[in-house]
T-cell receptor, first 118, second 116 residues
Framework: DVKVTQSSRYLVKRTGEKVFLECVQD?????MFWYRQDPGLGLRLIYF???????EKGDIPEGYSVSREKKERFSLILESASTNQTSMYLC?????????????????FGPGTRLTVT | AQKITQTQPGMFVQEKEAVTLDCTYD???????LFWYKQPSSGEMIFLIY??????QNATEGRYSLNFQKARKSANLVISASQLGDSAMYFC?????????????FGQGTELSVKP
């Protein structure tokens, strides 16, 4: 079974703190993603990575950075947490898309981290 | 403009009845894939079903089927014989073209409640 794990299910941080959210997958997937989920807005892509040390901005990268030093691990960093970053954060991974199945690979998700910034 | 639109924020269905969750999409790419995910209250996202833009037949997976109407750009999820465990958020998503990294674009979600 594919397994994607996230370091915390619940996290409470203070405004201005540096926050690290860790994600680890055990299926040797090339692609990894960070989303935030807010009611009425669905999932919005923050950053993604298609290889070690590679990263691409998603739709809402402002206020976030990422790190991918190893294939299995993708970290999301909030340099200075703010209250508007209170949200559910979901990590996902998928195999490299290509060949005849290049559209059909689903993303496998972690359990999510509910972050509250006070 | 929204690429994926789910117009039903909340839906109710009686147990054992069928229900249709709407999804419309917008793309100019001839090659794309459409996905449905389920998110129970526990939070994990569960992949349900996939439809490719060139697939001739509508996708089915057990009680789930995808009513794919390409000309109308709709990809509605049909759940037959609803069960109490089907109560969850449901998200429609699209992968366009050969985008690097295989990004998905998600809709806003529909919250389904199954009544006993």
């Amino acid at each position: 079974d594919v397994k994607v794990t996230q370091s915390s299910r619940y996290l409470v941080k203070r405004t201005g703190e540096k926050v690290f959210l860790e994600c680890v997958q055990d299926m040797d997937h090339e692609n990894m993603f960070w989303y935030r989920q807010d009611p009425g807005l669905g999932l919005r892509l923050i950053y993604f990575s298609y290889d070690v040390k590679m990263k691409e901005k998603g739709d809402i990268p402002e206020g976030y950075s990422v790190s991918r030093e190893k294939k299995e691990r993708f970290s999301l960093i909030l340099e200075s947490a703010s209250t508007n970053q209170t949200s559910m954060y979901l990590c996902a991974s998928s195999p490299r898309t290509g060949g005849s199945r290049r559209f059909s690979y689903e993303q496998y998700f972690g359990p999510g981290t509910r972050l509250t910034v006070t | 403009a929204q690429k994926i639109t789910q117009t039903q924020p909340g839906m109710f269905v009686q147990e054992k009845e069928a229900v249709t969750l709407d999804c419309t999409y917008d793309t100019s790419d001839p090659s794309y894939g459409l996905f449905w995910y389920k998110q129970p209250s526990s939070g994990e996202m569960i992949f349900l079903i996939y439809q490719g833009s060139y697939d001739q037949q509508n996708a089915t997976e057990g009680r789930y089927s995808l009513n794919f109407q390409k000309a109308r750009k709709s990809a509605n999820l049909v759940i037959s014989a609803s069960q109490l465990g089907d109560s969850a958020m449901y998200f429609c998503a699209m992968r366009e073209g050969d985008n690097q990294g295989g990004k998905l674009i998600f809709g806003q979600g529909t919250e389904l409640s199954v009544k006993p």
